[in-house]
C-alpha cells in the first residue's frame, strides 16, 4: 500500500541523514543531564526523598517532553515542508496516491522516528540511575515500573498530541517559524498555565484540562504528598489526567483531520500568477554600454556596508513574520506583565519604571530575545543561499569583512527594532494602569544600554556558531543550548563571571541608589566580553563560507588566505581588550575583594566552627550598653565606626578570658579594654580573637571595651557587591538576623554559632557533624535567634552628607551641620534611647522625605523615599491601627517614638528593631492594595513588625525551640488582628486561604522534617502559614477576648525585656488557661501534634419543618490523622467539636452570607448523620464550613442544596 | 491508444490574466509539440492536463477518462516533468527512483528492480544510481526527472522545456528517448524551442495569449509557406523604413548586417530572394498573425 511504502520511505530516509543522529544524540544527552540533575538535586535538597522516587521521575520526565518540543519542532517542521521546499511537491502531486495517504504517511514515519528518540530517554535513565553516577544513599529499591510507566502515560502520548500540531501547523502554514513558534507556545503555555491558573483557586482543574504535557494535571495530583508517599506511590493516574489525555487524544484527531480537508497537494501551482508578460513590440534598441567608473575606497566600502546593512534589515524587518513576532511580544507583555510586576511574594506593585523594566527584561522576554537572536543570525547567514542567490553574491567584489559586518549590523538593528517594541508595550503597561511617570531615560539606559548590550554579545556568538556549524538547525539547538548553559553555569560548577560567556556580577536597580555599586563592575566585564565578541567576529569572518566549499579543511585554508593586515589589527586588539579587561577584573575580584567559590566560603565557616566551637559554652560577659561614633561616607561607600561596649559579668563566676569575633569584611584598626588585656588568639582570616584579661572580671562588675572598625569596599567582587552603604540608602544593622546582604561590622562578644553552617547536605560535604537544634537566621524577621537575649543602653552619634537623614533607635537629642568638615561640610545626628532594648539595632542614612504624626504621646515617623508616596498614609493608618490595638489589648508600647524607614530594594523584606522599622523599597511601599481583591499585605506587614516592640522586644524568646511560636507566630496574629479590625472578616478569610494552600503545598517539599508548633525553629513553613491558621482556629474556638486576656498575662509575666525569657511552653500554658475544657484535646491537637482531618459532606437532604423552618440532614463522614515529620500519617480515633453551618442564598460569594445555623457538634471517625432545624430556606450547608480545621480536601465540606431535593 | 480531447478550456488567473482562452484540442498518440512565447499558457495547460490545476471552463478527456473528475486514474497512467523541479538532495537516485516506482503502483519488488535498472539505464543514469541526487548536474536532473515521469509506461506524457539547459548531446539523447515514448502514448512537448518540435513532432500547435494560432503538422506548414517568404539584407537605417513597408517577421544580425525575412504571398520587389521556409519561419509568421488563426481572422 502506498502508504506503508511513504512511511518507510519518510523512516528510511531520516536515518540515512547523519543530522538526524546528531540531533538525537544531543537529545538525548541534554534531556538525561537534565533529568539527572534535577532528581539528584532534588533529592539531595530534600532530605528523604529518593532520587528515582516514581513521581520525580515522572515530573522530570515532563522536563524531557519540554525538550523534546524542540526536537518535535524540527524534525515535524521538515517532513511537513521538504517536498515544498525542494520543489517535489508536483511529482508527488501527479502520483496516483491520495491526500491520506500522502499526509498520513508523512505523519506518521516521522512520528515514529521521533518517538524513537524519547524512548530511549528512559532506557537511558534507567541505566544512569544507579551508582555509581548516583549516590546510593539517594536510591530507593529499583522498580522498572517508574520508568515505564511515565513514558507510557506522559512521553509517548506527548509526542503524538504535539506532533499532530505542529505537523499542521507546518503543512498549512508552509512556514518553518510558523512550527517553532508553536512549539515555543506549547512550552511556554505550560509554564504559564500552571502558575497563573492555579493561583486561581477555581480554575485549577480547568489548567489540568488543557495543558497538552499533562504537566499540570500530574503536578496537581503530586502538590500535597508527603516525602514517604512521593517515594513509594507510583505515579497516580487520576481522573483529570486521563480525561487531559483523552481531549488530548480528541484533539489530535481533530487536528489531523482538519489538515488533512484543508491541504492542497498543489497549492504551490495554484497560486501562482499568472505572469503578465510584456505585450508591447520588442524594443530594436540596440544596447550601447555607457562607460561608468566603479570605485572601491573606503568611502565605497562604507556604501556598500551600510547597504548590506540596510537591506538586510529591510527585508527582516519589514516581512509579515517580524509584524507578527512583534504583535506577539506586544500581547505577551500586555498579558504577562500586569499580573507578574509583582515582589517576591506575588503582591502588585505600582507599576513604576524599574519593576515594568524589570518585567521587560525578566526570564521570559530575555529567553524569546535569545531565541530570537539565533534564529534571524540563521537567517542572515544563510539568506543568500536559502533563496538561491548564494553565487551571483558571492562572486560580488564585496570584501568578507564587509558582508560580515553588515549583516552583524543588520542583526543588532532587529534587536534595536524589538527593544523598541518591548519598551512600548512597557508604556502600554503603564499608562493602562494609570501611572504616568515614565522615566524614559531609565528605559533607555537598561533596555538599550545594558540589556541590549547582552543580546550584542549572544549576536555574535550565534552568528559565529551559524557560520562554523554550517546547518541551520544544528545551529540553533546549539545556541540555545550555548544560552541555556550562560544562564545554569553555576549548576555545573562554574561561579566565576570571567568563565561564562556574556555574564556580569549582576545589577538591582532601585530608584534610591540607581544603579548604586553595581555599574563600574558591570561594565568592565561588558568590556571584557566585548573584547570575547570581536574575537568572534574576526574568526567568523575569516570562515565566512563563499561560494561551493564546505569543507573544513578546504574553509582552514581559505581562512588562512583572508587572515590579512584587518584581521591581524582587529586580533590583536581583541587580545588586548581580553587580556586588559580580563586582568584588571580578575585583580578586583579575586586580589582586592577576595573571590572564593561557594564551597570556599563554606569551607570557612566550617573551619571556624572546627577551630573554635569549642569556645561555644564558654561563659562570657553580655553587652550592656553601646555607644557609637558612626561616620558614613555614602560617595564614597565608606564607614567609620568608633565604639564604646560596656561588657558586664551576669555569670556567678569571674570571667578571664573574652571571645570575640570581628568580621573579616572590616578592618579593626583599634580594639582596647580599660584594663590590662593581651591577645592570645588572633585569626583575622576566620574573624576570631581571644583576649586574656590581666585581672578576671568579678560577677556583677564591667568594664569598657572600645574599638574603631573601617568598612571599605576595595575592588570590586564576582557578585553580590555589598549593598550595605551606598550613595543613597545606606542600611546597616547589628547582631539582630537581619537579611541577607548585611553584614556585622561592629565586634560581637563569644562564639557566633549563627556563622556556622545550618543546611545538612553542606555540612555533610564539609564533614560536619549535623546540629540538631540548627538554631540559625529563620527567615528574614526572626527575632527569636540564639544570638544573646541582651538589653543594652544606646546612644550614636552619626554623620553623613549634608542631604541625607540618618535614623537610628532612640530618641534624637540634637541633630546638626558641621560645615567645615569633610568636602562641602556634613551632617550630624546624635540619637539615644530612653530606657534599654534587645541589642539590636540598625543605621539607615539616605535622602527621605518625612511624614510626621503623633499619636498618644508617641511621635511616628515614616522615612521614605520623596517619590514613593503611594501608600505613606496607609501606613500612617497601619502604625496608628495597630498602636491601638496592641495598647488596648497587649499592654503599653515602651518607647516614645515608632519609626519606619525604606532601604534600596536589594533585600525585600521588612525587619523590626526596637522602636524602628525597616520596610524595603519594592516592599509596602509600592505596593498597588486594592482592598476589594486581596488582602493588603502593606498594611499587614507593618501591623506586623509593629507588633514586634511586643513579641520579640517584650515578650523574648527563649533561645530554645519553640521560640518563633512566640515571637512570630503571635506577632502575625496580631497584625491579622489588626487587619480584621480595618477591613472586616473577609480579608482576614482570604489571606487564611492562601496560607492554608502554602501550608499543604509547602508540608511536602520541605528539605527538613516537620515539627509541631510548639517544637519549631527554623520551620519556616509551619511558622508563617500553619501559625496564623492555628490561632485564627483558636480564636474561633475560644473567642477574642480570652485569646487577647491569654496573651497580655504573658505579657505582664514575661514582658520585662529580660528573663524570665519566655518559652512557647508558657505560651502553651497561658492558651490553655484561656481554652474551655471541652477543646484541651484540640489546643493538643492544633498545637502539640501535627494534625490532619478529612472531613466531608457526604449527602444531604432537606425538608420543611413547618413554621418557614426547614430541617436539614447531613451525613459527614470524618477522619483524622497524625502525621510524623516526614509525612508519614496514621489514623486515629476522632471524637472533637466541629462547627456544621447550613447557609441561605447568598448574593456573592460563600463567606458573605450569613449562617441560618452555625454550631459546635461532637464528629467522631466514620459516619454520623446529624439533624438541625433551621428557619430560612437553606442553601448550603456543611461540616467544618469556615475550614478551621486543616483538611487537605475542603472541597468536599460543604454541599449545595436545591429546593427540588428537599421535597 | 487514447487520442487526449480538450475542449473549450478557459482559465483566467485572480490578477486579470487570461492564461487560457477556449482552446480546442485533439491530440493523437503519438509525439505533439506546443509552441509558443514565454506567457503565452502553455504551462498552465500542462498543468491542467496533468490534473494540477483546474480550468475555469472546459472538458478534457482521456479516451474515456474524464481528466477534470477521475483524477486518481488518471495519475496511475500519467508521467510529468514540470519546467521547475526539484529533488531531495541527500538521497540516492536509485531510492528515490524505487520509491516512486512503489507509488506509481510497481509493489512488486522484482518487478520493481526491472523497472527501475531499465529506467536508469534508458537515461544513462546506471553507472551514477548510487550518487547523491544533490551532487547531478542540470542534464542529469533532467534525466532522472525523465525516468520518474516514465515509470510504468505512461499513456499519457507530458513534458514542459525539458531541453532548455541540456548540451547537444544530452538534447539529442533526451529527445530520443522521448520519440521512442511517442510510439505508444500520447507524448506532449511544450517548449519554445522550434528546432525541438521540427524534428520531433508529428502534429503541432501554435499558442499565444492563451489563443491557439496554427495547429497543424510541421511538414505541411512548412509547405503552405512555400513562395512567401523573402530575404534581405538591409543596414540599420533601412530597417525602418522596410518595416514600414512590408510584413517583416523576423530579422537576424549577422557580422554587422541585418537579415530581415520578409512575409509576402508573391515578391515584394527588388533585392528580395525568395527563401526555403522553416517551421521558424512558420512561428514567426503564426506569431506576427500572418498565418493560421490570426490570420484567418484578419481576412
Request: glycine residues 8%.
Amino acid at each position: 500500500m502506498n502508504f506503508l511504502e511513504i512511511v518507510r520511505f519518510e523512516i528510511d530516509y531520516r536515518l540515512r541523514r547523519p543530522y538526524t543522529w546528531i540531533l538525537f544524540a544531543v537529545f538525548v544527552a541534554v534531556a538525561c543531564l537534565l533529568a539527572m540533575k534535577v532528581l539528584v538535586g532534588e533529592a539531595e535538597r530534600a532530605g528523604d526523598l529518593h532520587a528515582n522516587a516514581p513521581s520525580l521521575v515522572g515530573m522530570a520526565n515532563v522536563l524531557v517532553s519540554m525538550l523534546g518540543l524542540v526536537i518535535s519542532a524540527a524534525l515535524f517542521s521538515e517532513a511537513a515542508l521538504r517536498d515544498h521546499d525542494t520543489r517535489m511537491s508536483s511529482l508527488f502531486a501527479t502520483s496516483p496516491i491520495t491526500k491520506t495517504e500522502y499526509l498520513a504517511g508523512r505523519f506518521v514515519g516521522t512520528l515514529l522516528v521521533n518517538a524513537l528518540f524519547v524512548s530511549v530517554v528512559p532506557i537511558v535513565l534507567m541505566l544512569l540511575m544507579r551508582p555509581p553516577f548516583v549516590k546510593g544513599e539517594l536510591l530507593g529499591p529499583f522498580r522498572a515500573a517508574t520508568y515505564v510507566q511515565p513514558a507510557i502515560a506522559l512521553l509517548l502520548p506527548n509526542v503524538l498530541f504535539t506532533g499532530a500540531l505542529l505537523f499542521a501547523v507546518g503543512v498549512l502554514t508552509r512556514r518553518t517559524l510558523a512550527v517553532f513558534a508553536t512549539a515555543a507556545f506549547v512550552f511556554l503555555g505550560g509554564l504559564m498555565a500552571e502558575e497563573y491558573i492555579e493561583g486561581e483557586r477555581g480554575l485549577a482543574p480547568l489548567a489540568a484540562l488543557i495543558d497538552p504535557l499533562g504537566f499540570v494535571a500530574l503536578s496537581e495530583n503530586w502538590e500535597f504528598w508527603t516525602t514517604h508517599e512521593k517515594n513509594t506511590r507510583p505515579l497516580h493516574v487520576d481522573a483529570s489526567f486521563l480525561w487531559n489525555r483523552l481531549l488530548w487524544a480528541g484533539a489530535t484527531a481533530a487536528i489531523l483531520l482538519f489538515t488533512r480537508w484543508r491541504f492542497r497537494m498543489n497549492v504551490a501551482s495554484e497560486r501562482r500568477k499568472g505572469r503578465r508578460e510584456d505585450q508591447k513590440e520588442v524594443s530594436r534598441a540596440r544596447f550601447s554600454p555607457r562607460t561608468f567608473n566603479a570605485s572601491f575606497d573606503e568611502r565605497a566600502r562604507l556604501r556598500q556596508f551600510v547597504a548590506i546593512a540596510g537591506d538586510s534589515a529591510r527585508e527582516l524587518l519589514f516581512s509579515r513574520d517580524f509584524a507578527v513576532i512583534a504583535v506577539l511580544m506586544v500581547l505577551m507583555v500586555l498579558s504577562l506583565g500586569t499580573e507578574t510586576i509583582s515582589d517576591d511574594f506575588r503582591t502588585p506593585l505600582w507599576p513604576l519604571t524599574q519593576f515594568v523594566v524589570g518585567f521587560l527584561v525578566s526570564f521570559l522576554p530575555a529567553l524569546a530575545m535569545a531565541l530570537l537572536t539565533t534564529f534571524y543570525a540563521g537567517e542572515l547567514v544563510h539568506r543568500e543561499r536559502s533563496v538561491g542567490l548564494a553565487e551571483i553574491a558571492d562572486a560580488s567584489p564585496v570584501p568578507d569583512w564587509i558582508i560580515y559586518t553588515g549583516k552583524f549590523a543588520a542583526l543588532g538593528l532587529v534587536l534595536v527594532t524589538l527593544q523598541a517594541v518591548l519598551m512600548a508595550s512597557g508604556l502600554i503597561v503603564q499608562v493602562a494602569s494609570g501611572h504616568f511617570d515614565f522615566e524614559i531615560d531609565l528605559y533607555l539606559r537598561i533596555l538599550f544600554g545594558q540589556k541590549l548590550t547582552n543580546y550584542l554579545l549572544l549576536a555574535a556568538l550565534a552568528m559565529l556558531v551559524h557560520v562554523v556549524v554550517d546547518n541551520k538547525y544544528l545551529g540553533h539547538v546549539l545556541v540555545v543550548i550555548c544560552h541555556l548553559f550562560t544562564m545554569f553555569a553555576a549548576r555545573f560548577g562554574l561561579h566565576h563571571n570571567l568563565l561564562v560567556y556574556g555574564r556580569d556580577s549582576g545589577w538591582t536597580y532601585s530608584d534610591l541608589s540607581q544603579f548604586g555599586p553595581f555599574l563600574r563592575a558591570v561594565l568592565w566585564f561588558k568590556l571584557y566580553w566585548g573584547g570575547w565578541a570581536l574575537l568572534f567576529a574576526v574568526i567568523a569572518g575569516l570562515l565566512w563560507i563563499r561560494g561551493r566549499d564546505r569543507g573544513v579543511a578546504t574553509r582552514l585554508r581559505l581562512a588562512r588566505q583572508r587572515f590579512g593586515r584587518r584581521a591581524a589589527v582587529a586580533t590583536a586588539l581583541a587580545a588586548l581588550i581580553v587580556i586588559g579587561a580580563g586582568g584588571f577584573i580578575f585583580y578586583n575580584t579575586n586580589v582586592l575583594a577576595g573571590y572564593r567559590t561557594p564551597f570556599e566560603a563554606d569551607g570557612q565557616s566550617a573551619e571556624y566552627e572546627r577551630r573554635y566551637g569549642k569556645f561555644e559554652n564558654a561563659p562570657q560577659p553580655t553587652v550592656t550598653g553601646t555607644k557609637l561614633h558612626v561616620e558614613i561616607y555614602p560617595e564614597r561607600r565608606v564607614v567609620d565606626v568608633r565604639g564604646t561596649y560596656t561588657l558586664s559579668n551576669k555569670t556567678a563566676a569571674p570571667i578571664r578570658t573574652i571571645h570575640l569575633f570581628l568580621s573579616p569584611e572590616v578592618e579593626t584598626r583599634r580594639l582596647s579594654f580599660d584594663r590590662g588585656s593581651r591577645v592570645v588568639i588572633a585569626d583575622n582570616a576566620l574573624g576570631h580573637r581571644t583576649v586574656d584579661l590581666a585581672n578576671a572580671l568579678e560577677p556583677g562588675h564591667s568594664l569598657q571595651m572600645a574599638f574603631d572598625v573601617r568598612f571599605e569596599q576595595r575592588g570590586f567582587p564576582n557578585s553580590d557587591p555589598n549593598t550595605s552603604v551606598v550613595g543613597n540608602g545606606t542600611y546597616f544593622d547589628h547582631d539582630g538576623g537581619g537579611p541577607v546582604n548585611h553584614r556585622r561590622w561592629l565586634p560581637l562578644v563569644g562564639y557566633q554559632t549563627s556563622r556556622e553552617l545550618s543546611l545538612a547536605q553542606v555540612r555533610r560535604e564539609h564533614g560536619l557533624p549535623p546540629r540538631p537544634l540548627a538554631p540559625s537566621v529563620l527567615g528574614s524577621s526572626s527575632v527569636g535567634d540564639a544570638a544573646g537575649p541582651e538589653t543594652i543602653t544606646f546612644e550614636a552619634v552619626i554623620g553623613t552628607s549634608p542631604e541625607q537623614t540618618a535614623v537610628a533607635p532612640g530618641t534624637l537629642l540634637r541633630s546638626w551641620n558641621d560645615p567645615s568638615a569633610g568636602s562641602g561640610g556634613r551632617r550630624y545626628f546624635h540619637y539615644a534611647t530612653e530606657r534599654p532594648v534587645r541589642n539590636t539595632f540598625a543605621i539607615f542614612s539616605a535622602i527621605y522625605a518625612v511624614h510626621r504624626e503623633t499619636w498618644n504621646g508617641v511621635v511616628i515617623e515614616l522615612f521614605y523615599h520623596p517619590t514613593h508616596t503611594f501608600n505613606v498614609e496607609r501606613f500612617a493608618k497601619a502604625v496608628r491601627a495597630a498602636l491601638d490595638y496592641y495598647t488596648k489589648n497587649f499592654g503599653p508600647y515602651p518607647h516614645r517614638q515608632l519609626r519606619v524607614a525604606a532601604f534600596p530594594r536589594y533585600a525585600n523584606l521588612a525587619h523590626a528593631y526596637p522602636g524602628i522599622i525597616a520596610q524595603a523599597e519594592a516592599t509596602g511601599w509600592l505596593t498597588k492594595v486594592d482592598e476589594s481583591r486581596e488582602v493588603d499585605l502593606a498594611s499587614m506587614t507593618v501591623a506586623r513588625e509593629v507588633a514586634q516592640q511586643w513579641w520579640g522586644f517584650q515578650v523574648v524568646p527563649a533561645a530554645v525551640e519553640g521560640g518563633p511560636a512566640v515571637s512570630e507566630v503571635l506577632a502575625q496574629y496580631s497584625a491579622l488582628l489588626v487587619i480584621e479590625k480595618l477591613y472586616g472578616m473577609d480579608m482576614v478569610q482570604w489571606f487564611l486561604w492562601n496560607k492554608r494552600v502554602e501550608y499543604l503545598t509547602q508540608r511536602s517539599k520541605a528539605d527538613h522534617p516537620e515539627v509541631p508548633l510548639l517544637d519549631v525553629t527554623n520551620h519556616a513553613n509551619v511558622v508563617y502559614q500553619k501559625g496564623p491558621l492555628v490561632m485564627y482556629t483558636l480564636r474561633q474556638y475560644v473567642g477574642e477576648e480570652p485569646l487577647n486576656a491569654a496573651l497580655r498575662r504573658l505579657v505582664a509575666t514575661h514582658g520585662s525585656g529580660g528573663p524570665p525569657f519566655a518559652t512557647s511552653r508558657d505560651l502553651y500554658r497561658e492558651l490553655k488557661g484561656a481554652t474551655p475544657p471541652e477543646y484541651h484535646d484540640l489546643l493538643k491537637d492544633l498545637l502539640e501534634t501535627i494534625t490532619l482531618w478529612d472531613l466531608r459532606t457526604t449527602a444531604i437532604a432537606a425538608e420543611p419543618a413547618g413554621d418557614g423552618a426547614w430541617r436539614v440532614t447531613l451525613d459527614v463522614e470524618a477522619q483524622k490523622f497524625r502525621a510524623d515529620g516526614s509525612g508519614k500519617e496514621t489514623e486515629i480515633p476522632m471524637n472533637d467539636f466541629v462547627e456544621i453551618g447550613v447557609f441561605g442564598e447568598s448574593q456573592n460569594g460563600e463567606s458573605s452570607a450569613d449562617p441560618l445555623y452555625l454550631r459546635k457538634h461532637r464528629i467522631r471517625s466514620g459516619r454520623q448523620r446529624i439533624s438541625v432545624v433551621v428557619k430560612g430556606t437553606p442553601a448550603r450547608a456543611g461540616v467544618d464550613p469556615q475550614l478551621l480545621l486543616i483538611d487537605r480536601n475542603w472541597s468536599d465540606n460543604l454541599r449545595p442544596l436545591t429546593v427540588e431535593q428537599s421535597r | 491508444m487514447p487520442d487526449l480531447r480538450i475542449r473549450d478550456v478557459s482559465k483566467t488567473y485572480p490578477n486579470g490574466v487570461h492564461a487560457l482562452q477556449r482552446i480546442n484540442l485533439t491530440i493523437p498518440p503519438g509525439m505533439y509539440g506546443l509552441l509558443g512565447p514565454n506567457g503565452a499558457g502553455k504551462s498552465t495547460l500542462m498543468r491542467t492536463i496533468a490534473t494540477l490545476q483546474e480550468p475555469d471552463e472546459g472538458e478534457i478527456h482521456l479516451g474515456s477518462l474524464d481528466v477534470l473528475r477521475q483524477k486518481d486514474e488518471v495519475r496511475k497512467t500519467l508521467g510529468y516533468l514540470p519546467q521547475e523541479f526539484g529533488v531531495y538532495p541527500k538521497t540516492t537516485a536509485e531510492r528515490l527512483l524505487n520509491h516512486f516506482a512503489v507509488l506509481r503502483g510497481i509493489t512488486r519488488r522484482g518487478e520493481r528492480r526491472d523497472v527501475v535498472e531499465s529506467l536508469l539505464r534508458q537515461t544513462n543514469l546506471w553507472d551514477v544510481r548510487k550518487q547523491k541526487l544533490g551532487g547531478f548536474s542540470g542534464g542529469m536532473r533532467q534525466r532522472f526527472g525523465v525516468a520518474i515521469a516514465m515509470i510504468g509506461n505512461p499513456g499519457l506524457l507530458i513534458v514542459d522545456e525539458p531541453t532548455a539547459g541540456l548540451d547537444p548531446a544530452e538534447r539529442v539523447r533526451f529527445l530520443n528517448l522521448l520519440a521512442e515514448l511517442g510510439e505508444k502514448s500520447v507524448v506532449i512537448l511544450s517548449t519554445h524551442i522550434v528546432d525541438d518540435v521540427a524534428e520531433l513532432c508529428t502534429r503541432m500547435a501554435i499558442i499565444d495569449r492563451g489563443r491557439i494560432l496554427l495547429e497543424s503538422e510541421p511538414h505541411g506548414a512548412v509547405g503552405d509557406l512555400q513562395g512567401k517568404i523573402w530575404r534581405r539584407v538591409v543596414s540599420r537605417d533601412e530597417l525602418a523604413a522596410l518595416e514600414r513597408e512590408q510584413v517583416v517577421i523576423s530579422t537576424k544580425l549577422l557580422a554587422g548586417r541585418t537579415i530581415a525575412h520578409v512575409f509576402r504571398d508573391g515578391s515584394p520587389g527588388q533585392g528580395f530572394e525568395a527563401v526555403a521556409p522553416d517551421l521558424e519561419d512558420v512561428y514567426f509568421s503564426a506569431m506576427s498573425g500572418h498565418y493560421g488563426a490570426g490570420a484567418m481572422a484578419q481576412s
